[in-house]
């Protein structure tokens, strides 16, 4: 079964610090990762996308990672801002028979002044 | 350029009624991807529309359908509505959908609340 984990679930920072979030998966075989960010109340917004021969994305201050071998990816923030609290979340797409995407849970994240 | 259009913002129907929401894409975008959103599941893909043909269906049942229409509208039907069908519809749009790997952008979703 096509899984998608993240971790942490929750995360409290204090404005200016940085942070990593992970995300794993099961997905295969592998297509592209997307990471998106949700404001409350909002539709995700698209950070970044990536396919199998990329292991590195950046978008501003958000830099994303990808281990296809390991089944791994990170998206890291910099600077953190009060504006980047939100929840972010992973998807992972399959091809062939896991075209269907499959989405992690998120990481809520909460930046403090 | 104008966003995707999710109509209505809210929505309360009873019970074993019917609800149909709508999808209008951004401009020139040709496919169209539904997901439900609940604090319980998180998000869930429901189905891919390209070109007015079905690519992609989530595990929901068949009480939950969608159609495309020649102008990349789309709209999706949920029948005979449960409780647990209370979620954020959201829908997504991008020029040639995720095989592409092209960008997606959401709308605002559509809340509804079945009583």
């Known amino acids: 079964k096509n899984q998608v984990e993240q971790s942490p679930q929750s995360l409290i920072i204090l404005e200016g610090k940085n942070c990593t979030l992970q995300c794993n998966y099961t997905v295969s075989p592998f297509s592209n990762l997307r990471w998106y960010k949700q404001d409350t109340g909002r539709g995700p917004v698209s950070l970044t996308i990536m396919t199998f021969s990329e292991n590195t994305k950046s978008n501003g201050r958000y830099t994303a990672t990808l281990d296809a071998d390991t089944k791994q990816s990170s998206l890291h923030i910099t600077a953190s801002q009060l504006s980047d609290s939100a929840s972010y979340i992973c998807?992972?797409?399959?091809?062939?028979?896991?075209?269907?995407?499959?989405f992690g849970r998120g990481t809520s994240l909460i930046v403090h002044p | 350029k104008a966003g995707v259009t999710q109509t209505p913002r809210y929505l309360i129907k009873t019970r074993g009624q019917q609800v149909t929401l709508s999808c209008s894409p951004i401009s020139g975008h040709r496919s169209v991807s539904w997901y439900q959103q609940t604090p319980g599941q998180g998000l869930q893909f429901l189905f891919e529309y390209f070109s007015e043909t079905q690519r992609n269906k989530g595990n929901f049942p068949g009480r939950f359908s969608g159609r495309q229409f020649s102008n990349s509208r789309s709209e999706m039907n949920v029948s005979t509505l449960e409780l647990g069908d209370s979620a954020l519809y959201l829908c997504?749009?991008?020029?040639?959908?995720?095989?592409?790997?092209?960008?997606?952008?959401f709308g605002q979703g559509t809340r509804l609340t079945v009583v």
């Open positions: 997504a749009s991008s020029l040639g959908g995720d095989r592409l790997n092209t960008e997606a952008f």
């Open positions: 998807v992972v797409r399959g091809s062939g028979g896991s075209y269907i995407p499959t």
